[in-house]
């Protein structure tokens, strides 16, 4: 099959192995699949969330990638065409997703991540196993494209639920990337009544005023604090969350939440960073850091969008082929994207 594979930091699209499905698993055709700004980091960092997850104790990453190579791609719809011994109630031609990992009874946690392993591709090709028992059908009048949103769908869900928002609080998020705009979608869907949105990118800041942003604010022209006191009232947000994850914006959160507030951490900052712990004890803020989604928002996140009731498609700004993934990485340096699709086509 054809898929991009990255070694050290290059990107190129080669031939190599069609997997095959074992006990439990079902190989299936790529329909469509998400570049993630994870995958954008381990395009340029991967040494370095490898030696993070060692150091905090997970197994996400596979130590054995940096030098094999390692298929990325881990927001995907995909559709069914072989079953493993096990497997075959799941019938050819079922379009299908799953939280993008695999039972893998060998991993010292019984679970492989797909696309963050030598071993197991992720969905930057033609065809990707997966899990039978994790299965979720995608919804019939679910395009392909809003299907593969699935998964940053879930990561906003999973942000705002951690968040424990309560009734007449109001919140900023900073950041209007695809993180940030399904956090600003489900906090409108939980009837936090007012959202404002922070954001330099006037093509993003356009798509979160279309998603429901109360207050979009361009912080180079406006003081925040200034427009969202203006706008409610409030002397600052009781809930920032933070969706950027460059140096300094987590000070920049502290600094803009109110007192006794909370900091949601989303964006991943993949340098040191550094804050004045004193401005958080005077403040006695939560910092709260959050990290993916549990099976069943990823499930709840499907059924939203299948409803109707969150609505991802603006976000979609373009899709591209396998051949064209590659540069797609390098464009989305370029914030005037948002949400960058990989369509493979037929395999």
Same mark, same amino acid.
């Given at each position: ?13 080669? +031939? ?26 381990? /395009?340029? =960092?991967?040494?370095?969330? $490898?030696?993070? /997850? ?19 791609? #881990? ?6 065409v072989e079953a493993g011994p096990g497997a075959e109630a799941w019938a050819p031609g079922t379009r299908v997703?799953?939280?993008?990992? @695999?039972?893998?009874?060998?991993? %010292? ?6 696309? =963050?392993? !030598? ?7 033609? =065809? ?41 609080? +109001? ?45 979009? $604010?361009?912080?180079?022209? +406006? #003081? ?6 203006? !706008? ?17 914006? @987590? ?12 900091? $949601? ?20 803020? +939560?910092?709260?850091f959050v990290l993916g989604y549990t099976p069943a928002e990823y499930a709840e996140a499907l059924q939203a @969008?299948?409803?109707?009731? $969150? ?15 590659? *540069? !797609?990485?390098?464009?989305? *340096?370029? %914030? ?5 699709? @990989? ?5």
């Amino acid at each position: 099959m054809r898929a991009m594979v990255l070694r050290g930091r290059q990107l190129a699209v080669e +031939t190599v192995e069609t997997p095959r499905p074992g006990p439990g698993q079902v190989l299936a055709r790529v329909r469509a699949c998400g570049i993630c700004g994870s995958d954008l980091h381990a /395009a340029k =960092y991967l040494d370095d969330m $490898i030696e993070a /997850a060692r150091r905090s104790g997970s197994a996400q990453w596979d130590a054995a990638a940096a030098e094999a190579g390692i298929i990325m791609g #881990h927001e995907f719809v995909a559709e069914v065409v072989e079953a493993g011994p096990g497997a075959e109630a799941w019938a050819p031609g079922t379009r299908v997703t799953s939280i993008p990992v @695999l039972v893998d009874p060998s991993s %010292p946690t019984g679970m492989a991540a797909i696309g =963050y392993s !030598a071993r197991y591709p992720g969905a930057y090709g033609e =065809y990707v196993l997966m899990s039978a028992p994790l299965l979720l059908r995608v919804p019939d009048t679910l395009p392909d494209t809003v299907a593969a949103t699935t998964e940053p769908c879930a990561v906003g869900l999973h942000a705002v639920r951690e968040a424990r928002m309560q009734p007449g609080e +109001t919140a900023l998020v900073m950041g209007a990337g695809p993180i940030g705009l399904m956090t600003l979608l489900w906090l409108k869907h939980e009837g936090v009544q007012h959202v404002a949105v922070s954001e330099l990118s006037p093509e993003r800041r356009a798509l979160a005023g279309r998603l429901g942003a109360d207050l979009v $604010i361009d912080p180079r022209e +406006t #003081h925040v604090l200034e427009a969202i006191q203006a !706008a409610t009232g409030r002397q600052a947000p009781p809930v920032v969350f933070e969706c950027i994850g460059v140096p300094g914006t @987590l000070q920049q959160a502290m600094d803009l939440v109110e007192r006794m507030g909370r900091v $949601i951490v989303v964006g991943v900052c993949m340098q040191e960073d550094r804050i004045l712990p004193l401005v958080g004890i005077n403040k006695q803020l +939560t910092l709260k850091f959050v990290l993916g989604y549990t099976p069943a928002e990823y499930a709840e996140a499907l059924q939203a @969008l299948g409803t109707g009731a $969150i609505d991802t498609s603006p976000m979609i700004t373009r899709t591209v082929t396998l051949e064209e993934l590659p *540069a !797609a990485f390098e464009a989305l *340096a370029d %914030p005037r994207d948002c949400k960058v699709v @990989l369509v493979p086509g037929p395999a």
